[in-house]
T-cell receptor, first 114, second 115 residues
């Protein structure tokens, strides 16, 4: 079993739809959870950063973490064509320092159609 | 913000030559920098981790003599691909974390094509 599982999609939705992206994980040591957005031929861009269980909202984006189920989600409200990208979940057991690493999901390719 | 730059953004070289890629943190001190490789439609593959002033730690299967990493200052790390071959063609991305930054921030990536 991989440490982080993420459905690669592709996921195609109409403009204005609510998008739900998910990852599951097996390592209970993970405490820090991130979502990155990666446009084609670009580096990943940090969207959301959360610590432990709970919700965090930033504009049209909401990140949810359920540590009891080892499940994280990213919701995008009122999706726009500019949201079309690959979304990577990432997680770590530490927040920094030496030997700090992220474990990534494979990424979900999202297309928002006008 | 947390801005990380990479240079060059793309490079084409002949087989057998060496290529150097620079990664800079522009607005924070990067105590740790990471180098990733990404093939088309695949996720990021960590190659190595470097702490400022220390030797890099390479992931299993990554040739340290082929991919030379230097992290000489808190704002600059370099990756040198030595004696490049066509199979080294890929998208190389660096990231940085450091003081006041709880996670990794990525550069825009460098596309390497070896002919």
């Amino acid at each position: 079993q991989k440490e982080v599982e993420q459905d690669p999609g592709p996921l195609s939705v109409p403009e204005g739809a609510i998008v739900s992206l998910n990852c599951t994980y097996s390592n209970s040591a993970f405490q820090y959870f991130m979502w990155y957005r990666q446009y084609s031929r670009k580096g990943p861009e940090l969207l959301m950063y959360t610590y432990s269980s709970g919700n965090k909202e930033d504009g049209r984006f909401t990140a949810q973490v359920d540590k009891s189920s080892k499940y994280i989600s990213l919701f995008i409200r009122d999706s726009q064509p500019s949201d079309s990208a690959t979304y990577l979940c990432a997680m770590s057991a530490r927040s920094g320092g030496s030997n700090y690493k992220l474990t990534f999901g494979k990424g979900t390719l999202l297309t928002v159609n006008p | 913000g947390a801005v990380v730059s990479q240079h060059p953004s793309w490079v084409i070289c002949k087989s057998g030559t060496s290529v150097k890629i620079e990664c800079r943190s522009l607005d924070f001190q990067a105590t740790t920098m990471f180098w990733y490789r990404q093939f088309p439609k695949q996720s990021l593959m960590l190659m190595a981790t470097s702490n400022e002033g220390s030797k890099a730690t390479y992931e299993q299967g990554v040739e340290k003599d082929k991919f030379l990493i230097n992290h000489a200052s808190l704002t600059l790390s370099t990756l040198t691909v030595t004696s490049a071959h066509p199979e080294d063609s890929s998208f190389y991305i660096c990231s940085a974390s450091g003081r006041g930054r709880d996670t990794q921030y990525f550069g825009p990536g460098t596309r390497l094509t070896v002919l």
